[in-house]
């Protein structure tokens, strides 16, 4: 048993397992179908979501993809132009290099001319100083002497007789010293001069050898810096040369190719024009029904031959139905592994000889392919046409006349297989929202079935919700009269709780006090027995 406050009252009532059990199925049906309401329209909107998604990533993905080509081509661009900006600059550098060093070497050479001039000069102008100097020391001292001499010789006049052997040996030693002093004076000078020159001509040796090694060094790294703008220039060169011959090879094989190609296209065109020429030949031969079929075969080997290989698992072959009074020639399918069909085609075949006495046209033929593609399913029609031979509409390619019939083309012969290709690649392209499209059927198939067996189930649950309802309402107004009946049952054990209160608190009140007042009896044996008491006990 659970019990259960009502929402609107607030009474307490309890009710057995099953109708506890039918209550809380009700609560939990509609929040099932509230949810499952909700998640289908979640569903629905992940659905859109993931379409957009997928469409909008599509182009994000080829705008990311012609992006990164731009860049990869500006790069290959701007390292092309940095590779000549860097050659053209180390040359430079190497040159500034060069003439910097050719520069200070000049400037060295020219410095140690001057050193060497100026040491030169400065040499010879110590030397005549030098020789003054001692000229000037040795006039003095012989202008000295020639005062003593003269002094002397006036001393002498006055004591000639007494001095004159002492005068003349003073005489013959200063004309000694005089002599000497002369030889000194020319030893010293010719030492001077003999210093002088073996310092100059040590110093010259040393400029000599300091210039020589100088020029050696000079000439050293005008070999090295010779070299290494040979070296850079040889690089430089041989990568031009590479890259001139790269750009030869290049325009070689451009010219290969172009020559390939026009051989390519010569040859074809000529084959075409014979294969021209051939059909001219035959179609003045065949009868306009006999030319018809031979486009029929013709059209039919080239598919053939390259079904195993392009169109493996497509469906190509004559349409024979013609319960509804007309037929086209050919009918291809083409569908995916999981049979899903990606493309369907009716086709037409039409040609008549050069000789025939009666010239149809291409809108002659439109009406009745429009009819039997819509009458077989088809998605396209194409009318393969030899008609009109001189029509530059035709003769140009692919002819789209939808202005006059949805999904219809005129084609020539050689354009054909392209035809097909064209068509069943641009179905490739929707094949992913068909397949889609068919799930999304399936689902609302499946939805629709859901909903349905839901329908059922709510009816039927409907129906039991009414009779338990009708049930619950009959449990409830017993529950009432129980209620009713124990409420009752409740007062009026409340009042006999409070008469049983009320005699107690009488019965705690009585004393003997009180029940012997007004009664001497009744007092005089309860007196007795109290006074009596003790003596019995002792």
């Known amino acids: 048993m659970h019990e259960i406050i009502c929402p609107h009252c607030a009474k307490a009532f309890k009710i057995d397992e099953a109708g506890y059990a039918n209550i809380l199925k009700q609560v939990h049906d509609s929040e099932f179908e509230q949810q499952l309401h909700e998640r289908l329209e979640l569903a629905e909107q992940d659905k859109r979501n993931a379409i957009e998604l997928a469409q909008a990533k599509i182009a994000s ?22 590779e000549e900006i860097a050659r053209k600059l180390a040359v430079a550098e190497a040159l500034s290099a060069v003439e910097k060093d050719r520069d200070a070497l000049s400037n060295e050479l020219e410095q140690a001319k001057n050193e060497k001039q100026t040491a030169s000069q400065l040499a010879e102008v110590r030397l005549a100083n030098e020789l003054q100097r001692t000229s000037n020391t040795k006039d003095a001292e012989i202008q000295e002497l020639r005062s003593k001499l003269a002094g002397e010789e006036m001393a002498r006049k006055l004591a000639v007789a007494e001095a004159l052997s002492v005068v003349e040996k003073d005489r ?68 031009r040369d590479d890259l001139k011959g790269s750009v030869a090879r290049a325009e070689l094989e451009k010219q290969l190719a172009e020559k390939s190609l026009k051989d390519k296209y010569e040859t074809q065109i000529k084959d075409r024009d014979d294969a021209i020429e051939r059909l001219r030949d035959m179609k003045a031969r065949l009868s306009t029904k006999m030319v018809g079929e031979t486009l029929e075969q013709h059209c039919e080997t080239e598919f053939n031959r390259i079904r195993a290989t392009a169109f493996p ?7 024979n139905d013609a319960r509804t009074g007309s037929k086209g020639d050919y009918i291809f399918r083409d569908s995916d592994e999981a049979g899903t069909e990606i493309v369907s085609i009716m086709f037409e075949m ?42 530059e509409l035709y003769n140009t390619g692919i002819v789209d006349v939808f202005h006059r019939y949805p999904k219809m083309y005129i084609v020539r012969p050689q354009f054909f297989l392209p035809m097909i290709t064209l068509l ?67 007062e ?35 007196a007795e027995l109290k006074n009596s008491g003790p003596s019995e006990t002792e």
């Open 61 to 82: 993905e080829m705008q990311r993809a012609a992006t990164i080509k731009d860049v990869e081509i500006q790069e290959l661009k701007t390292k092309l132009d940095g």
């Open 172 to 239: 013959d030693a200063l004309s000694n010293e005089l002599e000497q002093a002369k030889n000194d004076k020319k030893t010293a000078s010719q030492l001077a001069e003999a210093k002088l020159a073996n310092e100059l001509q040590r110093t010259a040796t040393t400029k000599d050898a300091e210039i020589q090694a100088l020029k050696a060094k000079l000439d050293a790294i005008e070999v090295s810096q010779k070299l290494a703008i040979t070296e850079a220039v040889g690089a430089v060169e041989k990568e």
């Open 313 to 319: 698992r497509a469906y190509f072959e004559k349409d």
């Open 350 to 391: 039409k040609n008549e000889g050069d000789r025939t006495a009666t010239k149809n046209k291409n809108e002659d033929f439109l009406k009745e392919l429009d009819k039997d593609r819509t009458e077989k399913g088809c998605e396209y029609a194409v009318l393969v046409s030899l008609l009109e031979p001189e029509s």
């Open 424 to 490: 069943r690649n641009a179905a490739m392209n929707s094949l992913k929202y068909k397949s889609e499209l068919a799930l999304v059927k399936a689902q609302n198939v499946d939805v629709t079935n859901f909903e349905t067996e839901l329908e059922t189930f709510k009816t039927a649950f409907g129906k039991n919700y009414e009779l338990a309802s009708k049930r619950f309402q009959t449990a409830i107004d017993e529950i009432d009269k129980s209620i009713d009946h124990l409420q009752k049952t409740k």
């Open 492 to 526: 009026a054990l409340l009042g006999t709780d409070r008469n049983l209160r009320l005699a107690n608190d009488k019965a705690q009140d009585v004393t003997i006090k009180k029940l012997t007042r007004g009664n001497p009896t009744m007092a005089g044996k309860f």
